[in-house]
């Protein structure tokens, strides 16, 4: 950081506080995510398990001999002969469920193959009885409980489908054409569909899991894993979930229909904590794979050292996201994501109006997820191509990212309030160092025009981060650029707040609660637009009360005063500007920029024609100008370098006080005249006769001395002027 440390200690205090503030007030009650058991990452000893492609050690299939070979009817002739035989085998020695074979391995590198059929896991179905339905564990916010490993392995079956715990290098493979072919169904009665946890160097292949009340497939605390060629769909939260490991693989996997992401390495092994951007290795590496149709396609709390690349992410709310935001997730603040050469596209579904109807409170199995719908769990912007909500050093480059109705890229910070940590040197310690570069943005593969409404929206609180120089429209407008170099950056800054107005939205927007069907009112993100939106309403607010306060000034003070009145009518125009800036349809732009512009020079003229009058109230109106000139500038022609809060807040500020001062002037009444004193007479009646010694007085203009004791009149305003002493005398 560019500032010594003692002044960003001073400068934090009052930062966090607001910060801590914001947090109680608008996010603690919407906080929840996915809530585990204290976990520690792996010791990072293992290794990425490779493919075995010898006989497997055991065998599940189906009873029902005729609805398999229906099944592998049109398999290609080595693999329907390959199949027949497997069949033949476990018709005499194998198991008719995931479950019973996984029970039955007793040493590492065992490898089952489960033959083409659909498993309900039947003997895994029922509600817990006995001491299983009474064990005592934490509940988490969305209602299950959280169990330890200890009664994980108690009762497997409480929360699981297939519970695969503690056994090491285990292979599991479907063995049919396709990954369809092989189906686990949790039917929504668990949580999981197939969970492994302690279970170093898993792998699984050619399968679908679906149908939960959580996700698919679990991965948990595992130092090793390769998920190849499977499908997950239709769970209330995610697809794929892997938490707490190391030496991941996802390769050539599918996901759809989840409510919050298809892909979520959430807490990956944070190996490259106090890195910058070179790092030795990534935890987890995920590549060929699709998720679309989710409420976002890959996101992860602290998905740190991930390297996501050639992936597809398309027809979600978001195309991907990382975040800081959610506490109990080993590695936050996130850090060293890298995305590569993927696909992020058409990122605009809008599945809140679930929420809205109704739809999401129905039983899961209700809802409909087979027929499209999805219930959100969370809030986020839909439109949006890649979200960071939080985040270091991490690296989005050479990816194509188009066609999204709200932005390509979106950054914003999360104080550590957030994620539950209090220490004042740690509420600023998100977003910093995320680097934007070499992305091909509004158009597709083949160059065709594909425009996102912006590149960019960005918070502007961080240090360090940038973006290419040949972003779209963006706001702010202008952005600092990345350099060749990594770490190279020009026109960069290092703020602890982001703006006002963009903290205002991710506030309001954030209060969103899917089971108690809460959508902001306010927030575009749920539909509002024009007057609905906090940002205009905001905007429209202050602009009346300025409007008012200054034409009341203007009319009390200033009447008169021709350059007063025309930076007044600019001011006004300045003022209908910003409401106009701040509806969608026209911002990004330069009407934000403009109307600070016009506003900035109706307060420098103001303090200009107030000076002589009112010294001090024309002082904080003319640095009232001088801050919203700096904004405008700050804005739409350069961020300006070493302040730690921009310019809009200290205009906000100096705002409310000028208000409150303008008032005070604007209403004060006039003080009425004092009449000259007499000129003393000699006799009653008669003039007093001049005494020829006296030297003659100096002319004086008829009102002078009224005018000089009357100087706050407003300019232009006619003075009652004083008789001559003479003529009073001789009335």
């Known amino acids: 950081m560019s500032r010594s440390p003692w002044i960003r200690r001073l400068l934090v205090v009052p930062a966090a506080a607001l910060a801590a503030a914001l947090f109680l007030v608008f996010v603690a009650p919407v906080a929840q995510a996915h809530e585990e058991r204290p976990v520690t990452f792996p010791d990072g000893s293992g290794s990425v398990p490779v493919l075995r492609t010898g006989e497997p050690d055991l065998v599940v299939c189906k009873t029902d001999r005729p609805a398999f070979e229906r099944r592998i009817a049109a398999f290609p002739a080595p693999l329907k002969a390959r199949n027949l035989a497997l069949y033949e085998r476990c018709a005499r020695t194998g198991y008719r469920h995931l479950q019973q074979a996984v ?33 005592k564990a934490p509940e988490s916010a969305l209602g299950y409980q959280i169990l330890s490993y200890a009664q994980q392995k108690q009762c497997p079956h409480n929360q699981n489908l297939v519970a695969i715990l503690g056994k090491k290098n285990l292979q599991i493979e479907g063995t049919g054409a396709s990954r369809l072919d092989v189906v686990i169904d949790a039917r929504y009665a668990k949580l999981n569909a197939v969970r492994a946890d302690g279970s170093d160097g898993i792998y699984f292949r050619n399968f679908t899991a679906q149908r939960t009340t959580f996700n698919s497939l679990y991965v948990l ?62 935890s987890i590496e995920i590549t ?23 992936n597809e992410f398309d027809h979600n709310m978001g195309g991907a996201s990382m975040d800081s935001a959610f506490p109990g997730h080993p590695g936050l ?33 209700e809802r409909g997820y087979e027929q499209g719908v999805v219930c959100p769990q969370i809030s986020m912007p839909p439109g949006t191509g890649i979200i960071t909500a939080g985040g270091n050093w991490n690296r989005y480059e050479n990816n194509w990212v188009y066609g999204h109705s709200n932005a390509a890229f979106f950054l914003s910070a999360v104080p550590a309030f957030i994620r539950g940590e209090s220490a004042w040197g740690k509420q600023t310690d998100t977003s910093h ?16 025009s594909r425009p996102n409404r912006v590149d960019v929206w960005w918070d502007g609180q961080g240090d360090g981060n940038c973006w290419q120089g040949d972003a779209g429209p963006s ?11 990594l770490g190279a950056v020009s026109g960069g800054s290092d703020r602890f707040l982001g703006e006002p107005a963009k903290l205002a939205h991710l506030l309001v927007c954030a209060d969103y609660n899917v089971q108690a069907r809460r959508l902001p009112a306010g927030c575009d993100w749920y539909g509002a637009r024009g007057l609905q939106r906090v940002e205009t309403q905001l905007a429209l607010g202050c602009a009346a009360v300025l409007a008012l306060v200054g034409i009341a000034l203007w009319r009390r003070r200033l009447r008169g005063d021709r350059p007063a009145a025309l930076a007044t009518a600019a001011g006004l125009a300045g003022l209908a500007l910003d409401v106009a800036g701040s509806t969608r349809d026209l911002a990004p732009g330069p009407v934000p920029a403009l109307a600070l512009l016009l506003t900035g020079l109706w307060w420098t003229v103001l303090g200009l024609r107030l000076h002589a009058a009112r010294p001090w109230f024309a002082r904080t109106t003319l640095a009232l100008g001088a801050l919203t000139l700096l904004d405008a500038f700050d804005k739409a022609i350069l961020m300006v370098p070493g ?42 009646g008669e003039p007093a006769a001049a005494n020829p010694a006296d030297p003659a007085p100096a002319a004086e203009p008829a009102g002078a001395a009224a005018t000089a004791a009357h100087a706050d009149e407003p300019d232009g305003a006619a003075q009652p002027s004083a008789r001559p002493a003479a003529d009073e005398a001789g009335s």
Request: aromatic share 10%; with cysteine; net charge negative.
């Open 433 to 448: 160092h995320n680097r934007y570069a070499a992305n091909r943005l509004g158009v597709d593969r083949s160059g065709a």
């Open 333 to 365: 603040p996130q850090n060293h994501a890298r995305f590569e050469r993927n696909l992020i596209h058409d990122n605009n579904q809008n599945y809140y109006r679930y929420v809205a109807d109704g739809t999401c409170a129905k039983p899961p199995v």
């Open 103 to 135: 029970d039955a391995v007793d040493r590492p590198g065992m490898t089952i193959a489960v033959l083409p059929g659909l498993y309900e896991e039947e003997p895994s179905l029922p509600a817990p009885t006995g001491a299983c339905a009474a064990l």
């Open 643 to 684: 302040i730690p809060l921009s310019p809009a807040w200290l205009r906000g500020l100096l705002a409310i006080a000028w208000v409150l001062w303008a008032l005070v002037a604007a209403a004060t009444p006039t003080p009425t005249p004092t009449p000259a004193p007499e000129q003393p007479a000699g006799d009653p």
């Open 475 to 485: 706001t702010p407008l202008t952005l600092p650029a990345c350099g060749k170099r």
């Open 221 to 282: 605390a595992a130092d090793g894993f390769v998920i190849d060629d499977v499908l997950t769909r239709w769970n209330d939260e995610y697809g794929f979930l892997t938490f707490a490991s190391d030496h991941g693989l996802y390769k050539n996997c599918e996901s759809y229909g989840n409510g919050d992401s298809g892909i979520y390495p959430g807490s990956a092994s944070d190996i490259n904590d106090g890195r910058g951007y070179e790092v030795p290795r990534y």
């Open 288 to 310: 060929g794979c699709r998720s679309h149709h989710n409420m976002v396609g890959y996101s992860g709390t602290a998905g740190d050292s991930v390297y996501v690349h050639d």
